[in-house]
Nanobody, 120 residues
């Protein structure tokens, strides 16, 4: 069983910074991509940023230049540095990992979510 344990988040004023962390536990799971999604109530889950095992990154247009994703997929860790936060960044952020279980079965896992609140 693979678990994604998230930490970080909280409340910050507009223009401030926060850092989210996520660590995957469990064996026999080879991670291809890790990322962060967010979803406000009554909205679809949105990709915020992702990083592949090769180090390629992808960002939502709304966070480019403000957020930075980093991590080590081989060790199952991913971070999201969020700078110049805006009230519209307020959301629940979810860690996500996609890969192969036992090198054969494609699976993906989700963290439990972390609240980020940006006050104006």
């Amino acid at each position: 069983q693979v678990q994604l344990v998230q930490s970080g988040g909280g409340v910050v004023q507009a223009g401030g910074s926060l850092r989210l962390s996520c660590a995957a536990s469990g064996s026999a799971f080879t991670i291809n991509t890790m990322g962060w999604y967010r979803r406000a109530p009554a909205k679809q889950r949105e990709l915020v940023a992702s990083i592949t095992s090769g180090g390629s990154t992808n960002y939502a247009d709304s966070v480019k230049g403000r957020f930075t994703i980093s991590g080590d997929n081989a060790n199952g860790t991913v971070y999201l540095q969020m700078n110049n936060l805006k009230p519209e960044d307020t959301d629940v952020y979810y860690c996500h990992a996609e890969g192969l279980l036992f090198g054969i079965s494609p699976l993906d896992y989700w963290g439990r979510g972390t609240q980020v609140t940006v006050s104006s």
